[in-house]
Structure formats: C-alpha cells, structure tokens
C-alpha cells in the first residue's frame, strides 16, 4: 500500500529548497554563488534548516523497501541507474554550467561569453567545492550519493527482505531515540566539502528498516509530541550556541546536535503519519514533478537571483522575487519536460 504521507513529506522538503537556497543569498554563513546583504531572518531559517536533506535521504531508504518489494534487485539497479545516474550526468554538463558562469559574473571574474567561458569550465578542477567557477556537481551532490548509497545498501536491503526481517526496537520509544550516538560518531568520517556520505547512508538505512513494519511508525506517530519538544528545546539550543559562542564542533556539541537532527526527523515522520497519510490532487500531480524540479531549481535561482540583486540586494523584494520566479520557472519547466518523452529521460521521468 501507498503511504502517501512520504509523497507530502518528500514533495515538501523539495519546496522548501526554494525559501532555503533563497536565504542561502542573504545569510550570515559561508559564501554562495551570489550574495546580497545579510540579513537575521534568512541567517536562522539556515541554521534551523539541518533537517531536510537529511529527511530526503531518510524518506528514499523508506521508498527503496516499497520499490524492492515490487521488483527485482536487477531492475531495482536498472531503475537506480535511469532514474538518478542519467540525470546526474546530464545535469552536471548542462543544468550546473550556468551557475557557475554567473558566479564569476556576479563576482567581477566573467566578461567572456557562455559559451567562451564553456571552454574552460570542464576542465577547471581549482573550486570542486563550488561556488567559485570551477567544474562541480553542485546541489546534485544529493543525486549521487543517494545513486551510491542505494547500491552499496542494496544486498543488505535485500537480504532484509528475504528475511522478512524487521528492528522491533524501532518501535520502542527510548530505544528509536538511540541511533543519534550512531549518527554522531559516523560524523567524525572524512567527508567531501561537509557533505559525510556515511552518515546519510545511515540515515537512508534507517528509513528502510522504519517502514519495515507499520508498527514502528505509529509507535513514531503516537510519542510524536515527546519528539517535537526535544527537537524544539534543542534546535533553540543550537541558535543559542551559534549566535552567542558561534557553531561548535566539540563530542558534547556533536552528541547534542545530533539527538537534534534526530528527534526532528522522528516529529516530523509522525506528525507527518498523523495529519498527511491521505491522498491529494497537488500531491499526484507533483511526485512526479520533484526530481525535476529539484534539478532545476538552484539554476534558475541562481540566475534569478544574479538578475535581481543588480536592482536590490536587501529587503522581503528581493527574497519574495527570487524564491517565487525561480518555483514558477522550474515548474512550467517541468510542465513542458514532462510532455516531451526524450527529455523525460535526461529527468529521470518514466
């Protein structure tokens, strides 16, 4: 059976890529792509916003048990490779470019043409961490991890489901809490620019091993208000921290950082089995449109977003126009994507 709670929360986490790659522009974090005045709203919607790529990968792993049930592992991998590696390759050669091109525009370091600068950027390898002009998978970094993680994870999702088996202890209330420690100590593995693929692939496993059995998630559902102040009191903690001693790195701000991300995860899985475990017109139409618009969505913002600050850099104008133009713009580009079978492909479209 569908849960079609998964379906809003995913579709959800994808939206808010807009407001959250908007404040990206105006916070008080590290450098992007092109920045505007800083300002404390978005500088806070960022730092609270620890959640939502670790509930992607959390929602996949819960979506690969219903995808392996319904199919073989050899179509599994045939559908892993269709559905995320063709679009990443096609991605990073011409969805990724532009955002780069007008990086270094906005920036004072492009004068050259597109296509000029084109000549240039494949084999500029000196900023793999992005931001600066050079040759990056950008924000599809998600695409390939998860492409790589659901391999990797596979014989052991396989071997899962053969077994028929499932963690009771998911299901007790003390002991879902625990995977945080988990989480904390795969952080301390190399990681690539921030990113720790090691501590999504936990992540993803989790979610698999979560819709294992429906008792678990509405063990999840019913202590769901317990999960929602823990995640309160400690994502205040964590803004506390980082505006009065700055961000922290230290075990015991490691080890309360993650029960964070942890028990936010756990709110919003019941909350989300609570209130949202229905079907919806917008739901279906966009489950299919997610995974391109996703795609799109940083390089029409970026773009938008270049254009609009040469006219004003501070203020809800700027942030409004950038967040709105860049959703209208990936969907109706989705609209059109969607009707032409070829292109289809290259999002990953059925």
């Given at each position: 059976?569908?849960?079609?709670?998964?379906d809003?929360?995913?579709?959800?986490?994808?939206?808010?890529?807009?407001?959250?790659?908007?404040?990206?522009?105006?916070?008080?974090?590290?450098?992007?792509?092109?920045?505007?005045?800083?300002?404390?709203?978005?500088?806070?919607?960022v730092?609270?916003?620890?959640?939502?790529?670790?509930?992607?990968?959390?929602?996949?792993?819960?979506?690969?048990?219903?995808?392996?049930r319904?199919?073989?592992?050899?179509?599994?991998?045939?559908?892993?490779?269709?559905?995320?590696?063709?679009p990443?390759?096609?991605?990073?050669?011409?969805?990724?470019?532009?955002?780069?091109?007008?990086?270094?525009?906005?920036?004072?370091?492009?004068?050259?043409?597109?296509?000029?600068?084109?000549?240039?950027?494949?084999?500029?390898?000196?900023?793999?961490?992005?931001?600066?002009?050079?040759?990056?998978?950008?924000?599809?970094?998600?695409?390939?991890?998860?492409?790589l993680?659901?391999?990797?994870?596979?014989?052991?999702?396989?071997?899962?489901?053969?077994?028929?088996?499932?963690?009771?202890?998911?299901?007790?209330?003390?002991?879902?809490?625990?995977?945080?420690?988990?989480?904390?100590?795969?952080?301390?593995?190399?990681?690539?620019?921030?990113?720790?693929?090691?501590?999504?692939?936990?992540?993803?496993?989790?979610?698999?091993?979560?819709?294992?059995?429906?008792?678990?998630?509405?063990?999840?559902?019913?202590?769901?208000?317990?999960?929602?102040?823990?995640?309160?009191?400690?994502?205040?903690?964590?803004?506390?921290?980082?505006?009065?001693?700055?961000?922290q790195?230290?075990?015991?701000?490691?080890?309360?950082?993650?029960?964070?991300?942890?028990?936010?995860?756990l709110?919003?899985?019941?909350?989300?089995?609570?209130?949202?475990?229905?079907?919806?017109?917008?739901?279906?139409?966009?489950?299919?449109?997610?995974?391109?618009?996703?795609?799109?969505?940083?390089?029409?913002?970026?773009?938008?977003?270049?254009?609009?600050?040469?006219?004003?850099?501070?203020?809800?104008?700027p942030?409004?126009?950038?967040?709105?133009?860049?959703?209208?713009?990936?969907?109706?580009?989705?609209?059109?994507?969607?009707?032409?079978?070829?292109?289809?492909?290259?999002?990953?479209?059925?």
């Open positions: 059976m569908r849960k079609n709670y998964i809003w929360l995913r579709n959800g986490a994808i939206l808010f890529l807009f407001p959250y790659h908007t404040a990206r522009i105006f916070d008080d974090i590290s450098p992007f792509y092109i920045k505007g005045a800083v300002s404390t709203f978005p500088s806070i919607l730092h609270l916003s620890f959640w939502f790529m670790p509930l992607l990968f959390l929602l996949s792993g819960m979506s690969s048990l219903h995808a392996l319904n199919r073989s592992t050899k179509n599994y991998l045939k559908e892993r490779h269709l559905r995320l590696m063709v990443f390759v096609f991605g990073v050669l011409v969805i990724v470019p532009p955002q780069a091109y007008f990086a270094k525009r906005f920036h004072g370091d492009q004068r050259e043409s597109y296509l000029d600068f084109l000549k240039n950027y494949f084999t500029d390898f000196s900023d793999w961490s992005e931001y600066a002009g050079g040759i990056s998978p950008a924000h599809l970094w998600f695409i390939l991890f998860l492409f993680i659901s391999i990797a994870l596979l014989p052991v999702m396989a071997a899962a489901i053969r077994n028929h088996y499932s963690p009771a202890w998911l299901g007790n209330p003390v002991l879902v809490v625990l995977p945080f420690a988990g989480l904390a100590l795969l952080s301390a593995l190399p990681d690539i620019s921030g990113k720790n693929i090691f501590v999504y692939a936990a992540y993803f496993i989790l979610g698999f091993f979560m819709a294992t059995d429906d008792r678990i998630t509405t063990a999840i559902e019913k202590h769901r208000r317990i999960h929602l102040g823990t995640a309160v009191v400690g994502s205040a903690g964590i803004l506390l921290e980082i505006f009065t001693i700055g961000g790195s230290g075990m015991v701000f490691t080890i309360w950082h993650f029960l964070t991300y942890w028990v936010s995860l709110a919003i899985l019941g909350y989300g089995k609570r209130y949202l475990d229905r079907r919806s017109r917008l739901v279906s139409y966009f489950n299919p449109a997610a995974f391109p618009v996703y795609i799109l969505h940083q390089t029409y913002l970026v773009i938008v977003g270049y254009h609009v600050l040469q006219v004003t850099d501070r203020g809800i104008v942030f409004l126009l950038i967040m709105l133009v860049s959703l209208f713009l990936s969907i109706a580009t989705y609209d059109v994507i969607r009707r032409i079978p070829p292109i289809r492909i290259l999002f990953g479209l059925k």
